[in-house]
């Protein structure tokens, strides 16, 4: 059976000998599991998602069903990376975060406007994000919207694990010609939203409006993140939208900061984040 190994190995620079080493076994085997002389097992698929920095389900994705996430910083452990992976009858994701990053993207959702706007997420928060999604989009976009905010939002939230030393809080003015937005945001394990946004127009590009609030919606609560979101004033929909974007990414890149003064502790008087006040 055809599988992925050899094409994840060769993303990470990694010859067959040096992913041995890491997995603890010989090139000669990594050979087999590439070729399918070895039977590709579960065990044999954590070792190897061990190795390269992904999902163990990585290696049996058929290649020409969904590209493949790169995996960030593979093996570098003082980034906070992580991988998801996302499939239901309605959508395929994959999604690959650096949070100490600078910015860079990949993000391919088959929807121009909302691509655009996480581009804008990721350039503004500095946070590297890889998104491949693959919806139905023939029935609309609500489905790839909001799964795509789930999947990011799981990947920030595993990324950031058990928010050691982060600074927490975030917020941010960001004004777009016209229009000014505000976002201020808990980086704490506890998931809500406040949503003051209204659009003058139903829809931007291809896209309804009304699904802007979908994806802050289930942005906030896989990450588990409180978050406000408030139009202060503004008339084009389209600032409107992308000073809510931005507002989210600079704020994310305050609150998930390393806070140098409490390295190493998590900033609760609880000691421990999420839960009830
Ligand atoms: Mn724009």
């Not at 070729?35 to 049996?60: N, V």
């Not at 919806?135 to 905010?149: R, V």
């Not at 588990?224 to 389209?238: C, E, K």
Request: hydrophobic share 35%; glycine share 8%; charged share 25%.
């Amino acid at each position: 059976m055809a599988n992925r190994i050899r094409e994840l190995r060769k993303r990470t620079g990694l010859n067959q000998n040096a992913l041995a080493k890491r997995i603890g076994t010989t090139s000669q085997q990594v050979s087999h599991l590439e070729t399918g002389r070895r039977k590709l097992t579960q065990d044999w698929m954590e070792r190897l998602a061990a190795g390269l920095d992904c999902e163990p389900a990585a290696f049996l994705f058929p290649a020409n069903e969904l590209p493949l996430t790169r995996p960030l910083s593979p093996g570098d452990p003082t980034m906070r990376t992580a991988n998801i992976e996302r499939r239901t009858n309605e959508t395929k994701i994959r999604v690959a975060v650096n949070i100490d990053g600078t910015g860079e993207f990949t993000v391919n959702t088959g929807i121009g406007f909302l691509d655009h706007m996480l581009e804008q997420l990721a350039r503004h928060s500095l946070i590297n994000l890889d998104i491949q999604a693959k919806g139905d989009l023939h029935i609309d976009y609500h489905h790839t919207t909001e799964d795509t905010g789930i999947a990011i939002g799981q990947a920030v939230n595993k990324a950031l694990g058990d928010l050691s030393g982060i600074t927490r809080y975030g917020s941010a003015l960001i004004p777009m010609d016209e229009t000014l937005s505000r976002v201020s945001l808990d980086v704490s394990g506890r998931p809500y939203l406040i949503w003051r946004v209204e659009f003058s127009r139903p829809k931007l590009g291809e896209m309804d409006t009304e699904l802007f609030k979908e994806w802050f919606q289930a942005f906030s609560q896989a990450a588990g993140i409180t978050l406000h979101v408030d139009n202060l004033y503004g008339q084009n929909s389209h600032h409107i939208v992308e000073s809510c974007y931005k507002g989210l990414a600079r704020a994310l890149r305050q609150a998930v900061q390393i806070d140098p003064r409490k390295a190493d502790t998590v900033p609760s008087t609880k000691g421990v984040l999420g839960g009830s006040l």
